[in-house]
Nanobody
Framework: QVQLVESGGGLVQAGGSLRLSCAAS????????MGWFRQVLGKEREFVAA????????DYADSVKGRFTISRDNARNMVWLQMNSLKAEDTAVYYC??????????????????WGQGTQVTVSS
């Protein structure tokens, strides 16, 4: 099973940018579709973005489309989430997730079986 470690979270003013990183180890990242999710305390975890194993296709939640960009480098076992034009409602713990090739359901945004520990993003208004 792949192990995932997120970094790059922090405090930023509304309108600012952050870049989250996810470092994978244990198995080749090319075996997985990768995603980012976020969760606010007391609410359900929600899908943010995903990228297929070769990086050819990306999916985004409507709330972040046009502002966030997911990318990956399989050779470096890294995934990133570039977040621009941040809003107060983007405040959450952000999680990196992996779905074995063939298990990621693009319509349902499900299939993720490995998760990182999360990184806090706080956007001040």
């Amino acid at each position: 099973q792949v192990q995932l470690v997120e970094s790059g979270g922090g405090l930023v003013q509304a309108g600012g940018s952050l870049r989250l990183s996810c470092a994978a180890s244990g198995r080749a990242l090319s075996s997985y579709a990768m995603g980012w999710f976020r969760q606010v305390l007391g609410k359900e975890r929600e899908f943010v973005a995903a990228i297929t194993w070769a990086g050819l296709t990306t999916d985004y939640a409507d709330s972040v489309k046009g502002r966030f960009t997911i990318s990956r480098d399989n050779a470096r076992n890294m995934v990133w989430l570039q977040m621009n034009s941040l809003k107060a409602e983007d405040t959450a713990v952000y999680y990196c997730a992996a779905a074995l090739k063939g298990y990621y359901d693009r319509r349902a945004r499900t299939g993720f079986s490995s998760w990182g520990q999360g990184t806090q993003v706080t956007v001040s208004s």
